[in-house]
Nanobody, 126 residues
Framework: QVQLVESGGGLVQAGGSLRLSCAAS????????MGWFRQAPGKEREFVGT????????YFADSVKGRFTISRDNAKNTVYLQMNRLKPEDTAVYYC???????????????????WGQGTQVTVSS
């Protein structure tokens, strides 16, 4: 059974940084692209960024481009979301998700992902 567990969320002041982790288990992590999404109160879940299965390609939403980075450590079955220069509008529950097709690229469409973590809360105060 595939499990994704996010951690690293918390309360941070605007301009600060946080690093989220997503630990995966249950299948061969290294051959699946991963995505990060977020959902703010009263809003739909939205795409944040994605990283290819090899770790060589990343893609981000315009709202976080230049501030967020994604990396992965396939030896640890973990993907990371480094968030810098955080803004109050980054406040949301952050989710990681995995693509269901091996060696496929990441996408911005949440319907292209099959397994999701439980989410971790990020709150940015002004």
């Amino acid at each position: 059974q595939v499990q994704l567990v996010e951690s690293g969320g918390g309360l941070v002041q605007a301009g600060g940084s946080l690093r989220l982790s997503c630990a995966a288990s249950g299948r061969t992590f290294s051959i699946y692209s991963m995505g990060w999404f977020r959902q703010a109160p009263g809003k739909e879940r939205e795409f944040v960024g994605t990283i290819s299965w090899s770790g060589t390609s990343t893609y981000f939403a315009d709202s976080v481009k230049g501030r967020f980075t994604i990396s992965r450590d396939n030896a640890k079955n973990t993907v990371y979301l480094q968030m810098n220069r955080l803004k109050p509008e980054d406040t949301a529950v952050y989710y990681c998700a995995t693509r269901p097709i091996p060696y496929s690229r990441g996408t911005a469409d949440e319907n292209d992902y099959d397994y999701w973590g439980q989410g971790t809360q990020v709150t940015v105060s002004s």
